[in-house]
């Protein structure tokens, strides 16, 4: 029997404070999980990212973070956009795991396309031009 995707209206994303209990969080990534437990808030507070959770049902079953960035394109792709920069701002996502008990519920779709929605409406403040990705091969 498949898990049902949990609908985005039933998911809460907030910004990460020292207040949210992260000790059960596991996601099948040793790296991703010490994150969030050690470098997440340490990060926040040098302003290098901005952590967010995902919470559905008081319990946190995802986070994911953001930070400003710039991409470079080749010429072929600066034609076609009809600009001519060096350099394109952007938004990173540069963390994204789920809970290992929320895998394949469309948690992570959901988080990008709030992500999407972020971006748009910096976009109204700030230059952004693209979002990217940093990703892990093979998880």
Do not use: W
Not at 107 to 123: D, E, P
Not at 124 to 136: K, L, M, N, P
């Amino acid at each position: 029997m498949s898990k049902q995707d949990i609908p985005y209206g039933d998911l809460i994303i907030v910004k990460l404070s020292s207040n949210h209990d992260l000790t059960g969080f596991r996601c099948s990534d040793d790296d991703l999980d010490e994150f969030i437990q050690f470098d997440a808030l340490p990060q926040r507070d040098d302003r290098l990212n901005q952590t967010y959770v995902c919470k559905y049902e008081e319990e946190i079953i995802a986070f994911f973070t953001v930070s400003a960035d710039s991409v470079k394109i080749n010429r072929k792709d600066k034609k076609r956009l009809g600009v001519n920069y060096p350099d394109f701002p952007a938004i990173k996502i540069g963390r994204l795991a789920v809970h290992e008990d929320y895998k394949g519920r469309h948690v992570g779709s959901t988080i990008i396309m709030y992500v999407m929605g972020l971006a748009s409406k910096l976009g109204e403040e700030v230059g952004v031009r693209f979002i990217s990705v940093d990703a892990y091969r093979g998880i």
